[in-house]
């Protein structure tokens, strides 16, 4: 069974920084693609970040791209969300996810098999 926790949301000010970590349980998650998603207060999930089981290939949101960085720690079985200059239409729940098929990943949210539960961003103006 795999197990998805996200942590490190929270409240922040405009222009602010975050890092959110998801730990995958499992002794496989050096072989999943992992991604982040993101889902505004009344809105649809929308893709953030993903990146390869190596990390070698990464692509963002271009919403994001510039501000936000996805990492990864195979020996820790965590995958890292870094956010930086956050807006209030950052504000959502982040959900991060494996991909336990596709090595590279994929924006596409539909081949992601386990998900988080997810973890609240709250952005004030």
């Known amino acids: 069974q795999v197990q998805l926790t996200e942590s490190g949301g929270g409240l922040v000010q405009t222009g602010g920084s975050l890092r959110l970590s998801c730990v995958v349980s499992?002794?496989?998650?050096?072989?999943?693609?992992m991604g982040w998603f993101r889902q505004p207060p009344g809105k649809e999930r929308n893709f953030v970040a993903r990146?390869?089981?190596?990390?070698?290939?990464?692509s963002y949101a271009d919403s994001v791209k510039g501000r936000f960085t996805i990492s990864r720690d195979n020996a820790k079985n965590t995958v890292y969300l870094h956010m930086n200059s956050l807006k209030p239409e950052d504000t959502a729940s982040y959900y991060c996810?494996?991909?336990?098929?596709?090595?590279?990943?994929?924006?596409?949210?539909?081949?992601?098999?386990?998900w988080g539960q997810g973890t609240q961003v709250t952005v004030s103006s």
């Open positions: 990146i390869s089981w190596s990390g070698d290939s990464i």
């Open positions: 499992g002794r496989t998650f050096s072989r999943y693609a």
């Open positions: 996810a494996a991909d336990p098929v596709r090595i590279w990943g994929t924006e596409n949210m539909s081949f992601y098999d386990y």
